[in-house]
């Protein structure tokens, strides 16, 4: 038990140490890359304190080993990768903080959505488009799942939804 408290008290030290949370900030970069507000709730749920934790994001922004934009980039590139639409890519990002400008221009500089959304639909349901309007929907609430738009959907399915 003694040691316990011991190292609570050395805990609390070190939630107001800048030094300890950058040492902390840098240990996380070096596994994998971090948006700013990601890596702040990071810091603050390891214990540190919120100003602290915010003075050495700002820091590791001012210093480039933090940056939103790259972060961004990389996070759109790979999970384009993974199948999934600008809608769900974009929900992901605002809910890392990331401010929506950055968000836009992330996604405009990405993939070809319609495209990779006509891909998506014919590695999971074949080549052949769907013949009957239950599997256009079926098609349709996979590809929206996986957080393509209306119109990427028409795209990949060949459905024209309006009855004109």
Known sequence: MAFRRTQKLAGTKRATDPDAAREAAIALLARRDFASGELR?????????????????????????LDDARYA???????????????????????????????????????????LASEIRARKFGAEPPADWPEKVRQARFLQYRGFSSDHIRAATGADFDSD
Not at 41 to 65: I, N
Not at 81 to 108: C, K, N
């Open 41 to 65: 709730e990071k810091l603050r749920s390891r214990g540190y304190d919120p100003a602290v934790a915010a003075g050495v994001v700002t820091e590791l922004t001012e210093e480039r080993l």
């Open 73 to 115: 980039e990389n996070y759109v590139a790979y999970h384009a990768g993974r199948g999934h639409g600008p809608m769900r890519i974009a929900a992901d990002l605002r809910a890392f903080g990331l401010p929506s400008e950055l968000i836009e221009t992330s996604l405009a500089g990405g993939q070809d959505w319609r495209l």
